[in-house]
C-alpha cells in the first residue's frame, strides 16, 4: 500500500508567509521523517518525529504527528526564497526501509 | 566527514554500454540503499545493504547489479539498459537502528 501521501501536491506563497505540508499514510509506524530536494539534487533530511511524539521543532520547522489520524504536518514560519523546493515525508515501519511520499513542490516568491 | 558523495554526476550511455556508479561514505553507516527516482516523483527503494550484505531487492532488473566491496563503498553497475532506466540515482546511507538517512547528490542517468 502507499504511505505518505502529501497535499497539497503544489504550494506557492511570498516570502514572509508560513507554509504548511500534510501527509499521510497508512500502517503503524516506528517514525516519520520529512526530507527536502532543490532541484532534482539529493535529499536532505530535515526532522524525524517517533510515533511516541506529538510534536518536534527545529529551527523554523514544526512538524507534528498524529498516530490516530495517521496524519503529519510539517510547518515552515517566515519562509524565504531558499525555502523553495520539493519536500517528501517518509515513513519507516520498525528497522524497516523508508517509503516516501508524493511530495509538495513548494514555491515561495520574494 | 558527513556526507555521501557520488560518481559520476552525470552520465550518458547507449544501450549496449557497461558503467558503473559509486557511492562513497565515510560516517560508520553500516546500512546503505540505492534509490531511483524519476522526475516529479518520489524516490523508489530498489536495493539495501546491510552490514555489506544484500537484505532487500525489490524486484530489480538483472541489468541492474548492485556490489558492496567494504562498509564504506557502494557501486551499481550498469548493463544493457533500456532508455526508461533514464533517471536520478541516489545512493543513501543511515544507521542500521533507524533514523535519518543521508543522501548523495545523485547521478543522473541518461540511456540513449
Known amino acids: 500500500s502507499q504511505q505518505g501521501e502529501e497535499d497539497p501536491q503544489a504550494l506557492s506563497i511570498q516570502e514572509g508567509e508560513n507554509a504548511t505540508m500534510n501527509c499521510s499514510y497508512k500502517?503503524?509506524?516506528?517514525?516519520l521523517q520529512w526530507y527536502r530536494q532543490n532541484s532534482g539534487r539529493g535529499l536532505v533530511h530535515l526532522i524525524l518525529i517517533r510515533s511516541n511524539e506529538r510534536e518536534k521543532h527545529s529551527g523554523r520547522l514544526r512538524v507534528t504527528l498524529d498516530t490516530s489520524k495517521k496524519s503529519s504536518s510539517l510547518l515552515i514560519t517566515s519562509s524565504r526564497a531558499a525555502d523553495t523546493a520539493s519536500y517528501f515525508c517518509?515513513?519507516?515501519?520498525?528497522?524497516?526501509?523508508?517509503?516516501f511520499g508524493k511530495g509538495t513542490m513548494l514555491l515561495v516568491s520574494p | 566527514d558527513t556526507e555521501v558523495t557520488q560518481t559520476p554526476k552525470h552520465l550518458v550511455m547507449g544501450m549496449t554500454n557497461k558503467k558503473s556508479l559509486k557511492c562513497e561514505q565515510h560516517m560508520g553507516h553500516r546500512a546503505m540503499y540505492w534509490y531511483k527516482q524519476k522526475a516529479k516523483k518520489p524516490p523508489e527503494l530498489m536495493f539495501v545493504y546491510s552490514y555489506e550484505k544484500l537484505s532487500i531487492n525489490e524486484s530489480v532488473p538483472s541489468r541492474f547489479s548492485p556490489e558492496c566491496p567494504n562498509s564504506s563503498l557502494l557501486n551499481l553497475h550498469l548493463h544493457a539498459l533500456q532508455p526508461e532506466d533514464s533517471a536520478l540515482y541516489l545512493c543513501?546511507?543511515?544507521?542500521?537502528?533507524?533514523?535519518?538517512?543521508?543522501f548523495g547528490s545523485g547521478t543522473r542517468l541518461t540511456v540513449v
Open positions: 543513501a546511507s543511515s544507521q542500521t537502528s533507524g533514523g535519518g538517512y543521508t
Open positions: 517518509a515513513s519507516s515501519a520498525g528497522y524497516s526501509t523508508l517509503t
Open positions: 500502517t503503524s509506524i516506528n517514525n
